[in-house]
């Protein structure tokens, strides 16, 4: 079977901080931080997990058996692989349409659009919102799934590309079923879940997340100090976040890693964090998260911000300090893993009553799935489920219950958990397909 698009898929993962003025920091190639629903923070910090196995899928290995290319704007060639949902449901913010669903100039695109009204006689849930979600009308079994495609550019969208059992009966093997091999949330997570679904309308699902570009610790060390009596950060970040510790440190030939909890012990460095008066722009349950614990020397305590609005530090001293390095640490930790790291910041000076940018970060432009496509992998067998970003493995879980033949879906939704705001900027947006295939292993 021939395949007339060739593509360069991207295999290294760079999330990369602007550094303005004389500073470096060198960041991980890769460092995927995992994400599970958010709980309460107060582990000690401990390092960044390493980075993931170089593990390709080879393709060589593999028949192509079955591909939708999205070739042409004929919209007929959609209705003759897919079924699609004509349908609002309540755990979700927007119903589902065949209009939504179009195929342009090479690519599947699924629309968003606030126009909900117009289907009001046939939803009951009178939702503002529309999208689409379409399923083969073939089922599949074991072998590679792949989805080449980009996120609606907005947050509060779920850009899913998953398999799923119909459910219509308990199979004599294994349980109902559903794997996602992405659902995807603007600009730079992937979700991958394997749902369990008891005959009796019970329900238990594996969530595993990963949020590229983002660290938890940051540290700026500047090649040539400045001299200042204030030094600023802020984010604008959708939501609270923590901020653990902020070290403002003098010069020195070399500083620990910003995670470790040995810093303080490194004789020379002075943290002027400490004796300077901090303001803040908000702080949520202040009792508990007092501003100062961004520079009390404990991992287990942090500040956290308000939820709306700019949120931001400002550190002033009694006198000039000379600075030679900046670290922060933010998010909070449960099971050793990293959870709701800052996409975006910016760390300043003020020098003539001015503020001067040190180092700045924006996720947006570093880090966007919604501007890029990424390719999404699955190879499933009786005994393993294995997950792909742009061909590199990043999960790999024993197949526990999922051993009959489903459909694939690709689906677009907005959700009010998880994803970010709903706010009208979703509107007009579209997840953007460019080819769905599916292979069996050579014998």
């Known amino acids: 079977m021939k395949i007339m698009k060739r593509y360069g898929l991207k295999t290294g993962i760079v999330g990369l901080v602007c550094l303005i003025g004389a500073c470096s920091y060198e960041q991980p190639v890769f460092n995927p931080i995992q994400k599970e629903h958010p709980g309460n923070g107060g582990e000690e910090v401990t390092p960044p997990m390493p980075e993931r196995p170089d593990e390709d899928i080879n393709l060589d290995e593999w028949d192509l058996v079955w591909n939708d290319e999205f070739e042409g704007n004929n919209q007929q060639d959609l209705d003759d692989k897919w079924i699609f949902e004509n349908v609002s449901y309540g755990h979700i913010l927007c119903s589902r349409w065949r209009e939504n669903a179009i195929k342009k100039d090479g690519t599947l695109r699924l629309l968003v659009k606030k126009n909900g009204s117009d289907y009001w006689d046939r939803d009951p849930y009178k939702r503002d919102w529309t999208a689409a979600s379409m399923s083969t009308k073939e ?19 779920n850009n899913s590309f998953w398999i799923m059992s119909d459910g219509s009966k308990q199979p004599e093997k294994g349980h109902n079923y559903e794997i996602d091999i992405n659902e995807g949330h603007y600009p730079n997570e992937i979700n991958t879940n394997i749902h369990k679904y008891e005959w009796k309308g019970e329900h238990t699902a594996d969530q595993k997340g990963i949020v590229f570009g983002t660290e938890p610790g940051y540290s700026f060390q500047l090649e040539n100090p400045v001299k200042t009596t204030k030094i600023r950060f802020s984010s604008n970040h959708y939501t609270y976040f923590h901020i653990r510790e902020f070290r403002i440190l003098g010069v020195a030939g070399s500083y620990p890693d910003p995670l470790s909890n040995e810093w303080e012990t490194v004789k020379g460095i002075t943290n002027y964090a400490t004796d300077a008066d901090i303001t803040a722009s908000g702080c949520y349950n202040v009792e508990n998260n007092p501003v100062r614990n961004v520079c009390d020397g404990k991992s287990s305590t942090s500040w956290i911000a308000q939820a709306e609005g700019e949120k931001w530090l400002e550190f002033k001293f009694s006198e000039d300090k000379t600075i030679g390095c900046i670290q922060f640490v933010n998010g909070w930790q449960k099971d050793g893993k990293w959870q709701d790291l800052i996409g975006d910041y910016k760390i300043q000076y003020e020098k003539d009553g001015k503020w001067v940018d040190i180092a700045a970060k924006d996720i947006i432009q570093e880090m966007n799935f919604g501007k890029d496509y990424h ?15 742009d061909r590199k493995e990043i999960r790999r879980e024993k197949n526990m219950f999922c051993f009959i033949p489903a459909p694939v879906y690709l689906s677009l939704a907005i959700i009010g958990y998880g994803a970010g705001p709903v706010t009208d900027a979703i509107d007009g947006t579209q997840m953007e397909v460019d080819y769905v295939r599916i292979y069996e292993r050579k014998e």
Do not use: N
Request: charged residues 25%; aromatic residues 32%; negative net charge.
């Open 375 to 389: 390719t999404y992998g699955l190879e499933w067998t009786e005994d393993e489920l294995i997950y792909y970003f």
């Open 139 to 157: 089922k599949f079994k074991y072998g590679y799934y792949e989805c080449r495609y980009r996120y609606s550019a907005a947050m509060g969208t």
